[in-house]
């Protein structure tokens, strides 16, 4: 899916800007990771992309349409395209793995195929293969509560992975995950990204797994863009000056990357 932003502004109140002129371009298919501090505009960026949010002024194209110009069908059919991947999967805590995964068509199926899946799944053999990719396969039945939370991030990826959608958007995927799963999951969700020719954009805190999986980096700060560069192309400067309110200090990928969370907020265990 072809992006086109311009002048995007998105005001929660006169002292809270959450974006304050985003302009930004992807071609289909292109991987980019967002990266930037605590509350610099990087989740509310995802949101208006996803069109869960309306932005208070400027210019938002999908495939060259504006989704607020749809009509609702038209809006349907194109929100059934975008995969949104949350830190905290809002999956009920007692419905069934299988579910949850199967849980991404929702929006492609007839409403008839989709309730019964909610009863009786569908389609076993999918959500195995998806939760298989990402080392799940034997938590295929049971229930979202009674798996980890970094278990729990990954069935969320699972049911994107699942949707196949043109469009990806991840909001620190993997923040509940160590270092080596982390990377692991990252990779599986590029892999199919590139193999589907489908559009990634993905928020992390860790720049060593942005510099790692994607080709092009996006600093946000203050709810703006800071630079868009390659993974290459970013210096030590830059992201000393992208982080400098949280006091990280110059140096290595490995510093920065100490100075950032690996865990949700939420205080879920990793694995």
Known sequence: ?????????????????????VDLRLARGEQVAIIGPSGAGKTSLLRCLATALRASSGTLQLDTRDPWRLGREDLRVLRSRIGTIHQAPPLPPRQRVVTATLAGRLGVWPIWKSLLSLIAPQDIAGARAALQRLDLTDKLFERCDQVSGGQLQRVGIARVLYQAPALILADEPVSALDPALADHTLAVLCDDARQRGATLIASLHAVDLARARFSRIVGVRDGRIAFDKSAGEVSEGDLTALYASERVTPGSPPAL??????VSATGLPCC
């Open 257 to 262: 990357t100490s100075a950032l969370p690996r």
């Open 1 to 21: 899916m072809e992006i086109l932003v311009s002048d995007l502004r998105l005001n929660y109140g006169a002292e809270q800007p959450g974006l304050a002129g």
